[in-house]
């Protein structure tokens, strides 16, 4: 059991978020490869790609949020841990599948070559539709949970995943932008649901998870979304100003490929402006939770000042 | 309700097998017109791309096993048709998949354009991955069902349809055989995960809504086992024998592409004398159920027979 911060909403929290992080991390990693099947596991290829793209270095931000929530909220983490992996699979089959050459084509993602380019494009197809697949089984079989909760949660997460509501509808949305001008209205729609989506679901699962009453649900959810909004706005201007050595890809790559971004719409000035206004829209619901939220809010500050 | 054959175990069947497969196909379709996206909403070619996929002349033979066998065991189809209808997604999604360029590189299917041809890679890319995403969220949606089946349901399914024991690792397999020759034992294997599993899975799930007992379930899956074996060699023979208007897509793709089939590797004859034997071991286990299998046995004959 992952035991971070104090249960007690008065206590003052002893880690720092950093810490809170990287704890996370290792904990998601050891249990992504107990969930994952063994390299040595036939199909090998099948499954050497599958833990090429999951273990590429990744922040685990999902997982990690969901876990932030459900500590808010003093949950244990052996409740939590097994959604928080499927979260992170099915993000990863979404980055598997967006760097293919027909979608996205990226080469390189985190400095590596990505899957499709180390393992094959159509290796790296099954890869992405074994992961999706391998999440909603982790949910269904996750015995640390009653039946009702997991079924809220799959329906949850495939509602964020998919389509109208979800991601898939989101790249479809970035698809079609790319050959055409898009308005402001329209970025945000794309943005929200390409990434803000699953991440809202996370912030919700482990409120979910939690109990937590429909006030606080509510206001973790509005948190979640603004927090998303903040992750793509930082996402697009670090395309922008970061080096390619700083974030492992290709930079200004959206630009070229006239892909919608804030800065391309609105300016890099604007953007930062944006930005902030975003994080202080964020902290604000917190407000109406009656926990301490400082952890929630540090996420918030984090997402503000990355560099990658 | 779909009531086609009487509940008492004695009474004698009133509707022949291809009236039965006839209201299974309706019942379907107008359930997976309503569990689908419309066209009209946004992203609209997306939908579109699902509902060519969806809506393109398929048997709906999966969902019409799991009504079958849940009709032997004497249950509603409103309890079974959601999962009916979430097989039939997660079909029509590796049917997408699987004809992309990358893999098996289909230009036609049932006679039309595949999904790819006539939406573009990248659409068919997502409007699979979406399919697969809304198979999980239609069961753990279906509110006929206590939330205890449903989970058993999506394990059920995702174990199936993912790696190592289902079709995504089956898919794998016969990527890696396509480069070389192939064992028999190997090719039983192939065969076993890509097809077999899923067509295993749909009369499981019957039987699991149906609360069959242990003995009961382990002779479905035994029938069904053989059943799933029974459709891959007619699929093969059929491959070699039948002409591109019988079968709706160019026939001797597989021997050009050197891909693994039976006759390939057994020849012609002895392959259907392989069907024959497989045909007896599919019945075989039925004498195991306690109920009226005709239906059951039936479906078994109407694949030794079929001509498409």
Not at 177 to 190: C, F, G, Q, W, Y
Request: with cysteine.
């Amino acid at each position: 059991m992952m035991k971070m911060y104090s249960e007690t909403p008065d206590t003052a929290r002893v880690v720092p978020l950093p810490d809170f992080l990287a704890q996370a991390r290792t904990l998601v990693d050891v249990h992504l490869n107990l969930l994952l099947p063994a390299e040595l596991v036939s199909p090998t290829k099948l499954h050497a790609a599958i833990r090429w793209s999951v273990f590429a270095g990744g922040k685990r931000f999902r997982p990690a949020l969901l876990l932030a929530v459900g500590e808010t909220f003093g949950v244990a983490s052996e409740s939590l841990i097994a959604t928080a992996c499927a979260l992170e699979m099915i993000h990863t089959y979404s980055l598997v599948h967006d760097d293919l050459p027909s979608m996205d084509d990226d080469d390189l993602r985190r400095g590596r070559p990505t899957c499709h380019v180390r393992f094959g494009e159509a290796t790296a197809i099954l890869a992405g539709d074994a992961l999706l697949t391998m999440a909603f089984k982790t949910i269904a079989e996750d015995d640390k949970l009653p039946a009702t909760k997991r079924v809220r949660l799959i329906s949850e997460i495939a509602r964020a995943a998919g389509t109208p509501e979800g991601m898939v509808a989101g790249q479809a949305y970035d698809l079609e932008a790319e050959a055409r001008p898009v308005a402001a209205a329209e970025l945000e729609t794309i943005h929200r649901l390409k990434t803000g989506a699953l991440i809202t679901a996370a912030a919700r699962c482990g409120a979910i998870i939690a109990e937590a009453s429909p006030a606080e649900l509510a206001a973790i959810t509005d948190y979640a979304g603004q927090l998303g909004l903040l992750f793509q706005i930082t996402d697009d201007l670090l395309d922008v100003t970061a080096t390619a050595e700083a974030i492992g890809k290709t930079p200004g790559k959206d630009a070229r490929s006239r892909k919608a971004t804030y800065p391309a719409l609105h300016g890099i000035e604007a953007t930062r402006s944006y930005l902030a206004s975003t994080h202080a829209a964020a902290c604000e619901p917190l407000d109406r939770v009656e926990r301490p939220t400082d952890l929630l809010r540090a996420i918030a500050d984090f997402i503000l000042e990355r560099e990658a």
